[in-house]
């Protein structure tokens, strides 16, 4: 497959395996509502931030939905969008292999850009994701007014949506609501006892393969002879025919003199409409209705230029995603996924790394848990409820160096040993130095005192006292620990895999 190159493109390519692993720490003073929400709010480099969160949340996220800055030459308050082309890739490049990493096999990528970089995403969107698994770019309309001092006026965005694996994620997306013209074209003239239906013509174009047999004349019941029109076929060979009429699933009109079409009834049509790749902004609102929404929420101030309305996250929220699932913006911006998804009844995560992460995202984020009423609030019946947790990026859990940082605890080392063992976030901390099992090897990690013993050669040891101490697994045992008192034989006989800390631990 073709694949792009720009200047630094190498060293682009080995970024996401060069980021260190940082801690993520709490602030009980930032945070909002429930303390036992999963909703997470993070302050911090999103690149990091993501690192961070991979050893957790690796293949969970069912929705992942970013607005990165356009590249457009023009200067933003909190972001620097005037980046070089080849510095704008090597940029985003990194970030999109991570979240394609915290992506659920079921799950979606949803990229908004314009024209300036857009069609180099694509490419580089291919190589990450796979072209197979490329769904669309969806247009939206985001202003309905032209602008008369350019050579063509631009007024819309694309959205780039991608499958982690289409196969799935096609059978799975939502559609969207039907509308109230689609039910208003279903009827029961005939009262007929299946319910409303609504008639589809009955012949179909004559294309290369079909069937003599779909060339008949119908009679209809007023004795009136019909053939199918010039070029066309009946749907059905002449006995299903009039099986189908038999079955009153034939309609000829009030007095059975018209062309015969097809009976389809509600309740055999989708529960809603596939959804389109044009989206008006009658439907999902503009940047215009964006910034009502946020001026709304902080009267005299616009935090962004070119915020996204929630109707419009609502509606990619909606196909992507079910009650539950975890939603992920990792270029939060004024918070519009985050308090959206916490309106639909989605967990969520949201990265921003200006101060404003404190300034405006928590605020509004708070407001949507005392039940504001903004947005999309009403037409979701949201009253408020939940909460949020506020994180910070701490210390890395390695040095420059490569040593372990004093400060790590044993549930973040745990965490990160687990993870890269497995490419799998662990989901519940042990309480034993037994971290889990996966393909019949057991993950032990002794360390800091797990075992209850602090001294310097006691718990992190393997010893043979140790040894009978740990949870007890039959088959392949890969152990971490500061050091090993037991011979390459006795390891051998207990199927033990003995690696150093830290020195066998990726740090990287």
């Known amino acids: 497959m073709p694949t792009l190159h720009w200047l630094n493109d190498e060293e682009a390519r080995k970024t996401s395996s060069q980021i260190p692993y940082h801690l993520l720490e709490a602030d009980s003073k930032l945070s909002y509502g429930d303390s036992e929400t999963e909703n997470m709010l993070i302050q911090g480099d999103n690149l990091e931030a993501l690192k961070a969160l991979l050893p957790y949340y690796a ?8 607005d990165p800055p356009y590249n457009t030459h023009s200067a933003f308050e909190h972001y620097d969008d005037n ?83 289409r196969n799935i994620w096609k059978d ?22 299946r319910g409303d239906w609504a008639s589809l013509p009955a012949h179909a174009k004559a294309e290369k393969g079909r069937r003599q047999a779909q060339f008949f004349t119908i009679t209809t019941p007023s004795g009136r002879k019909i053939d199918p029109p010039n070029g066309r076929c009946w749907l059905y060979t002449e006995p299903r025919f009039i099986e189908m ?12 003199n018209n062309a015969p079409r097809v009976k389809k009834f509600l309740t055999e049509v989708q529960s809603g409409l596939v959804p389109s790749s044009i989206w008006l902004y009658t439907e999902v609102g503009t940047t215009g209705s964006a ?78 848990v005392e039940g504001e009423q903004g947005g999309i609030s009403k037409e979701v019946n949201w009253l408020g409820g939940g909460g949020f947790r506020f994180y910070q990026l701490g210390e890395a859990v390695f040095d420059e160096q490569g040593h372990i940082n004093e400060k790590v605890k044993f549930k973040s080392l745990a965490a990160h040993v687990w993870f890269s063992e497995t490419h799998t976030p662990l989901l519940k901390t042990p309480k034993t130095p037994l971290l ?23 718990g992190n040891v ?47």
């Open 59 to 66: 293949g969970q996220v069912k929705c992942i939905f970013i």
């Open 436 to 458: 889990g099992v996966q393909n019949e090897t057991a993950f032990y990690l002794l360390y800091n005192g797990i075992l209850g013993d602090k001294t310097p050669t006691g």
């Open 245 to 256: 009429v038999e079955d009153n699933r034939i309609w000829f009109g009030a007095d059975g």
């Open 291 to 368: 910034k009502s929404e946020i001026t709304t929420l902080f009267p005299g101030d616009i935090p962004f230029s070119t915020p996204k309305p929630e109707k419009l996250i609502e509606r990619v929220i909606h196909i992507a995603t079910n009650p539950n699932d975890i939603v992920l913006d990792s270029f939060l911006g004024s918070g519009t996924t985050a308090a959206v998804a916490h309106k639909m009844g989605r967990r969520y995560i949201g990265i921003e790394m200006g101060e404003h992460a404190v300034t405006h995202c928590a605020p509004r984020l708070k407001k949507v």
């Open 172 to 193: 799975i997306r939502n559609p969207l609501p039907a509308s109230d013209s689609q039910i208003e074209r279903y009827s029961n003239p005939d009262n007929d006892p």
């Open 462 to 508: 393997l010893t043979a006292r140790v040894m009978r101490e740990l949870p007890k697994h039959k088959g392949k045992k890969i152990i971490y620990g500061e050091m090993c008192m037991l011979d390459e034989a006795t390891l051998q006989k207990q199927e033990v895999i003995f690696k150093h800390i830290p020195y066998d631990i990726k740090a990287r």
């Open 83 to 165: 980046l070089e082309h080849s510095i704008w890739l090597s940029t985003i490049y990194p970030r999109l292999e991570m979240l394609r990493d915290l992506l659920s096999n079921d799950g979606s990528i949803w990229v908004s850009i314009d024209d300036t970089e857009g069609h180099y995403l694509k490419v580089i969107m291919d190589e990450i994701f796979g072209r197979n698994n490329f769904v669309t770019h969806i247009v939206w309309q985001r202003t309905h007014t032209r602008e008369n001092r350019t050579d063509i006026s631009t007024v819309h965005d694309t959205i780039l949506l991608y499958a982690k694996d």
